[in-house]
């Protein structure tokens, strides 16, 4: 299969659950990550799943006796990044500052003084 950049933000609900299995669990079977997803699809479905991330390069496929193991191709930070930007493109106007207002917007979410002082806290460092 040809390698494709990876694209998170192109990713169904079900891949990105897909996903954060294999980031937690670090490398899992189709039926491992079967037995994780909520309200699971066939296995059918999940290995369908699979072999479309592994497509988008996001996931890579090694053989263990007579299963393929799957694991993740790209590190959790760089996923992470890509679906923030998503995240800023598509309902923050690209603006970071607009996430955090919306964050901190009572009637949106309503954030403890601890979160919000550990908010403030990285904002400094980051000074």
Not at 29 to 54: I, K, W
């Amino acid at each position: 299969m040809p390698f494709m950049k990876p694209d998170s933000s192109q990713q169904s609900r079900r891949e990105r659950q897909v996903m954060e299995i294999l980031f937690r669990l670090g490398k899992a079977t189709a039926q491992e990550v079967l037995d994780e997803l909520p309200d699971p699809p066939t296995y059918s479905a999940v290995r369908a799943l699979l072999t479309t991330l592994e497509t988008k390069g996001l996931v890579k496929h090694g053989k263990e006796s007579r299963r393929y193991v799957y694991s993740p191709s790209i590190p959790e930070k760089k996923a992470k990044q890509s679906a923030l930007r998503q995240l800023l493109t598509t309902f923050f106007e690209g603006r970071p500052e607009k996430l955090v207002a919306s964050l901190l917007d009572p009637e949106d979410q309503q954030l403890s003084k601890a979160e919000i002082e550990r908010i403030r806290s990285l904002i400094d460092s980051n000074s």
